[in-house]
């Protein structure tokens, strides 16, 4: 048994660069290459290994430190002592299998050419990256067309155990691209060709890793660690970071982290990190499979394929949406859905769905009303305001929802939200699509108010000029066809509210008074309602009710 320190490895000229993850702990039994620790510079993360098997008796370091090469990371027992000697003896050799020094000329194969101002195509090649060959490729920072400045990265190539991002050693404009994702890329491996702008090369002398010796840790190189940080590592190679370079947006985590949740296709972009300064973790990543098995979760992914499919992946078993060559059959034109298309098609869904909804059928007798109606307008010519039957059915769904509370509520879990006010949405038509503007406090208003109101918000969804205010708060929902036609329908009901009464065109039918028929204007009435919190008592004694107040208006004051 012998006690050793196991210190950072040469990690080239690249001194104070952060620990970001603490691997171990005190007594836990480590094999020789296994990560204690990642450290991390603006363009590159490396974990550094330990040289020897052994029990970690003390941890010399801490998150958020500083370390260098030769910084001594923890006291480690190990059995060999013939080891622990040439690991005390040779400490920054020890920690890492094959420290790859990289002087500053193996940058070379870029910076070489940047020395002379091409004329004409420049190829840009993977600079000495050690001995790391067959490095996959797992981000292409660039595309053909994009103006590029001298050192900035690239592509970002990984090892199991490093990332780096490769830069440019000339300012250009990229003509071509060499390489794509998951290729295999090694010193000297074109990644791009450039139209050179002149002047804007890299001289060798000025390549950032100008030190003698600018190793690569051994097991480094190539994790998907695209993000902000990066790590020192390759660090000769690594210019210094350029923000707003596109892995500014990547995700934080350490390579093997980065495998592991690429093993599992977990997008790590969705994870949320718990780590030192946000760093996702690998109980992170397990969290976040956790819970999108559940059900708890779904990725993007996920979301855009279950709308996009119509059932496939939505609902397991169901069939998928037929997929059809509409064009096989006869001329086709294909159109964009309007955005309110979309937005009111997912709530819609959504809707459907989730509500077990059931639609009673009614009919009101509105012979009386429709002559009052007509009247008010007659004498109200001159106001500029319309007065239509839907002003009438806002006042008789207060009146209906004050007697009925139940169908002025929200489900918000096992519990009910009561409301004591009374906003009523209308379903109204656009060119765009259907949308829903709110009444508020419709109870304190007065029919012509209700009217104006309603058909300025109703020019407003024409004019695509509702604001999120005018759509939001409704109590319940009113949907009317009257002015177009048909008999009865199914309305969708607008969540989170439980109810809503579609209408539809009123027509003379004749009614039976108990000695003859008589011709009475009859109004088609549909209410779907949630069965969740309404039963099929309520909504016959709603819909009758409601009837009633339209049959004899007078009755709303009662
Ligand atoms: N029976 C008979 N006639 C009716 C009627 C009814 N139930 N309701 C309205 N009318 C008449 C009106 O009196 C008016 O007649 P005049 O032109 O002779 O005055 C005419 O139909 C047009 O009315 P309107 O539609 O302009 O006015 P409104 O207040 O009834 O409705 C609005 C306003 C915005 C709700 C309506 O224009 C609209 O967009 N309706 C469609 C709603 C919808 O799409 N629902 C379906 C949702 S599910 O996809």
């Known amino acids: 048994m012998a006690l050793i320190e196991v210190k950072v490895p040469d990690i080239g000229d690249f001194d104070e660069v952060a620990i970001i993850e603490v691997l171990v ?42 370390v260098s090469t030769g910084s001594l990371v923890l006291m480690l027992e190990t059995a060999d002592v013939g080891a622990a000697a040439s690991a005390t003896a040779v400490p920054v050799a020890a920690p890492v299998a094959t420290p790859i020094a990289e002087p500053a000329a193996t940058m070379a194969p870029a910076s070489a050419a940047a020395a002379v101002v091409a004329p004409g195509p420049i190829e840009i090649t993977v600079p000495d990256i050690g001995d790391f060959d067959e490095v996959a490729v797992i981000e292409l920072l660039v595309k053909v067309g994009d103006t590029v400045t001298a050192e900035q990265s690239l592509i970002t190539v990984e090892s199991d155990k490093a990332s780096m991002e490769i830069p440019s050693s000339h300012a250009g404009v990229v003509k071509s691209l060499l390489v794509k994702l998951g290729d295999k890329v090694a010193k000297g491996t074109p990644i791009a060709v450039l139209e050179g702008v002149g002047g804007a090369a890299v001289a060798p002398a ?39 370079t596109p892995s500014a947006a990547l995700p934080h985590a350490s390579p093997s982290i980065r495998k592991f949740a690429r093993e599992l296709g977990v997008p790590l972009a969705e994870v949320k990190g718990s780590g030192f300064k946000g760093r996702i973790t690998q109980t992170d990543v397990q969290n976040f499979v956790r819970t999108v098995m559940t059900g ?238 309404i039963d099929g008592a309520s909504a016959a004694r709603f819909n009758v009710y409601f009837a009633s107040l339209l049959a004899d208006f007078r009755r709303i004051v009662l």
């Open 206 to 244: 000025a390549a950032p890793a100008a030190s003698a010796s600018a190793p690569v840790s051994a097991p480094a190189v190539a994790s998907a660690e695209v993000a902000a940080p990066v790590a020192a590592v390759a660090a000769a190679a690594l210019p210094a970071h350029q923000p707003g």
């Open 296 to 533: 708890s979760l779904q990725t993007v992914a996920q979301q855009a394929k279950a709308p996009a499919a119509g059932s496939e992946g939505a609902f397991p078993g169901l069939l998928p949406w037929p997929k059809v060559d509409f064009a096989k059959f006869g001329p086709i034109e294909r159109k964009d859905m309007s955005r309110i298309k979309k937005i009111s098609g997912a709530n819609l869904h959504r809707n459907w769905v989730l509500i077990p909804h059931v639609t009673n059928h009614d009919d009101a007798d509105i012979t009386e009303l429709e002559a009052f109606r007509v009247q008010l307008n007659k004498e109200n010519e001159k106001s500029g305001v319309k007065v239509t039957m839907l002003a009438f059915m806002i006042k008789a769904a207060v009146a209906a929802l004050k007697k009925f509370p139940e169908f002025n509520s929200s489900l918000d879990g096992d519990q009910l939200v009561l409301k004591n006010y009374f906003h009523i949405g209308f379903a109204a038509d656009t060119p765009n699509g259907l949308v829903v503007p709110v009444i508020k406090d419709a109870d304190k208003k007065g029919i012509f108010q209700i009217s104006q109101e309603m058909s300025e918000l109703a020019k407003k969804a024409r004019d695509g000029k509702l604001g999120p205010a005018d759509m939001t708060g409704g109590c319940f929902s009113i949907s009317s066809l009257g002015g177009i036609g048909g008999k009865y329908f199914t309305p969708i009901i607008n969540a989170p509210e439980v109810a809503i009464m579609g209408v539809c065109k009123s027509t003379i039918e004749p009614k039976w008074d108990g000695q003859a028929f008589q011709p009475r204007l009859t109004l088609p009435l549909s209410l779907s309602w949630d069965h969740r919190v």
């Open 25 to 66: 702990k005190a007594g836990d039994t480590v094999k020789a290459e296994q990560s204690l620790i990642t450290v991390e510079s603006d363009k590159a993360s490396m974990e550094i290994p330990s040289s020897h098997a052994g029990v970690v008796k003390e941890l010399r370091v801490a998150l958020g430190d500083k």
